[in-house]
């Protein structure tokens, strides 16, 4: 059973810092891993799709890497602002047609 | 408007009662989903349907139904609600093909309470 963690749970960090949010799991043979965006009692947006043939994404200020071989994804997210601030979950979607979601990084962005 | 819409966005129950939430996507995706999200447990299959005559069960399913009335609605429903299936619940939906191909897109969510 594929399983997906995301380290750290929660991070404060101040205003124009770079950081990075990673994402492990367990189980390599994957189709695709997705990052996403949460607001408080909101639904979830899709930040950047990576097919398990690509090796990065980028949008923005968002940069995601996959390494499939080691089971790790990163968010990069440069020069963080306040409005960053949410929970970012990454999902990877494998074999039997499954989508498995990590428990989160709740981050805070403060000005 | 939303590209995913659910309906209603919250609702308070009492156990026993059937309950019906309801999904409906314009972006012509034919995968639909439902998941449950928990404090703790994180978000969750509930079931999942690749097309109108396909319907599959995910993790948690017991005590729950699914419609797939059309490529574009799939509604939710628990025939005896109980309190345990408090949870905030999303709909989503993902293409087949193309360079998206498994990208999801969530609805804003659905918060029941049963009481």
């Known amino acids: 059973k594929q399983e997906v963690t995301q380290i750290p749970a929660a991070l404060s960090v101040p205003e124009g810092e770079n950081l990075v949010l990673n994402c492990s799991f367990t189980d390599s043979a994957i189709y695709n891993l997705q990052w996403f965006r949460q607001d408080p009692g909101k639904g979830l947006t899709s930040l950047l799709l990576i097919q398990s043939s690509q090796r990065e994404q980028t949008s923005g200020r968002l940069n995601a890497s996959l390494d499939k071989s080691s089971g790790r994804s990163t968010l990069y997210i440069a020069a963080s602002q306040p409005g960053d601030s949410a929970t970012y979950l990454c ?17 805070m962005v403060k000005p | ?93 993902s293409a087949l093909t193309g360079s998206k191909a498994g990208e999801l897109f969530f609805g804003e969510g659905s918060r029941l309470t049963v009481l």
């Open chain 2, 1 to 93: 408007d939303a590209d995913v819409t659910q309906t209603p966005r919250n609702r308070i129950t009492k156990t026993g009662k059937r309950i019906m939430l309801e999904c409906s996507q314009t972006k012509g995706h034919d995968r639909m989903y439902w998941y449950r999200q928990d404090p703790g447990l994180g978000l969750r299959l509930i079931y999942y349907s690749f097309d109108v005559k396909d319907i599959n069960k995910g993790e948690i399913s017991d005590g729950y139904s699914v419609s797939r009335q059309a490529q574009a609605k799939f509604s939710l429903s628990l025939e005896s609600a109980i309190p345990n299936q408090t949870a905030l619940y999303f709909c989503a939906t």
């Open chain 1, 91 to 107: 999902a990877v979607f494998n074999a039997g047609n499954m989508l498995t979601f990590g428990g989160g990084t709740r981050l």
